[in-house]
């Protein structure tokens, strides 16, 4: 009995995963919309690209990549990460979004006493 009833638990499980993807729209319309949605960047718009502190252009083979080398946490060995251009300014485009949503947090006044009239308190 014990069988049969993970059975009927994997096929359903089966059958909901893929109805699931099935519904999902294909993955090169939603990466056209999210980059529509997307603002540009004065740097992207003109073509510079300014790197973040630590990123350095390199040229292997071919290809020309930004790279940058850090330890990541919890070890001490060195690990390379490199991006190419159209990589690096979606790179460029999360960490000047990420920035906005901090500066919006910290300019939310949440208190009245803090942002407020002082007497209020």
């Not at 060195?78 to 990589?87: A, I, M, P």
Request: net charge positive.
């Amino acid at each position: 009995m014990g069988k049969l009833t993970s059975l009927l638990g994997l096929l359903a499980v089966g059958f909901g995963a893929a109805t699931a993807l099935a519904a999902d729209p294909p993955k090169e319309e939603a990466k056209q919309e999210t980059a529509a949605a997307r603002p540009e960047t004065k740097a992207a718009a003109n073509g510079e690209l300014k790197l973040p502190p630590g990123w350095k252009k390199t040229k292997r083979g071919k290809y020309e990549l930004y790279c940058k080398t850090e330890a990541p946490m919890g070890t001490r060995l060195k690990s390379t990460t490199c991006y190419d251009e159209d990589n690096m300014r979606n790179y460029i485009l999360a960490l000047e979004e990420n920035k906005a949503d901090v500066d919006r947090i910290r300019a939310t006044c949440s208190n009245v006493c803090v942002c407020g009239d002082p007497s209020a308190c």
